[in-house]
């Protein structure tokens, strides 16, 4: 263990005031130097893989959260990880966590919690692990009241407001709420996503930004930014490509929005 700091800081305390207490002080500062609470910390970026385990098993929970768990929530599973390219070891972990998950008395809040740590308060971040879920928290069309309450949990603790996520649950053509409905959200639309196009006319553009149809061009304006600012996928750093083509693909679905409501509008 460092004493060096000690030492220095004691000796500083001592040549400045010359008191038992300066010394006392001045000893105490340079412990928290030795131990490091003055030295900047270096921000890593989050491990890529380290979110597979919590998010399969939260996906687990939400599927069962209404008594079953249904062929189209396996079906919507089995293809997250198909697109997710994920490796054997990292495919094993999260068909075994999803099943951990619809066992009864799992433990959500703790899923939710590694989640929350993975993200480290990025919200660009947050906004993937949701968007990840979509497919499966609206594989059976409407939000069962128990689904709705997960969903809304882990808005909280990753910091986002269900406004947010009701517009990003419009980009991919869902309606947001419990017992809502699916919006809009047909093999057209699936296709035209793929393909970069603008956003079909079935998409509200004012849903994708957030934003209500009275809101003035200065708040429309505000929200696109806002939006490109939280889903700009050249700052997402070691993530998956999966999760870098879906923040490519919101970047476009709001783009396209903006670019509709601009010209039915007139805005520069």
Not at 45 to 69: C, T, W
Request: with cysteine; proline share 5%; charged share 25%.
């Amino acid at each position: 263990m460092s004493v060096v700091g000690k030492i220095v800081g004691a000796l500083i305390g001592f040549l400045l005031f010359r008191h038992p207490f300066a010394i006392v002080l001045g000893g105490f500062f340079g412990h928290l130097w030795d131990i490091g609470a003055f030295r900047p910390q270096v921000l890593r970026p989050p491990s890529s893989g380290a979110f597979i385990a919590p998010l399969f098993a939260l996906a687990g929970a939400i599927a069962k959260s209404d008594g079953r768990v249904s062929e189209q929530e396996i079906a919507a599973t089995e293809n997250l990880m198909a697109r997710m390219q994920l490796s054997p070891e990292l495919r094993t972990i999260a068909i075994e966590r999803f099943a951990a998950g619809k066992q009864p008395g799992f433990e959500v809040f703790a899923a939710i919690v590694e989640l929350k740590t993975w993200a480290g308060g990025r919200r660009d971040l947050a906004f993937l692990l949701l968007d990840l879920l979509l497919d499966i928290v609206y594989a059976e069309g409407p939000l069962a009241p128990n689904k709705f309450d997960l969903v809304r949990k882990l808005c909280a603790s990753l910091g986002v407001h269900e406004r947010e996520l009701a517009a990003l649950a419009a980009m991919r053509g869902y309606a947001y709420g419990a017992g809502s409905g699916q919006g809009a959200h047909d093999g057209n639309y699936r296709n035209s996503r793929q393909q970069g196009q603008q956003t079909p006319p079935g998409i509200d553009p004012y849903a994708v930004l957030g934003v209500t149809r009275d809101a003035n061009d200065r708040e429309i304006k505000n929200a696109y930014r806002r939006l490109m600012s939280q889903h700009h996928p050249d700052k997402l750093g070691d993530v998956p490509a999966e999760l870098k083509r879906r923040a490519e693909e919101r970047a476009r679905e709001i783009n396209a929005a903006y670019d509709r409501i601009r010209e039915q509008r007139g805005i520069k």
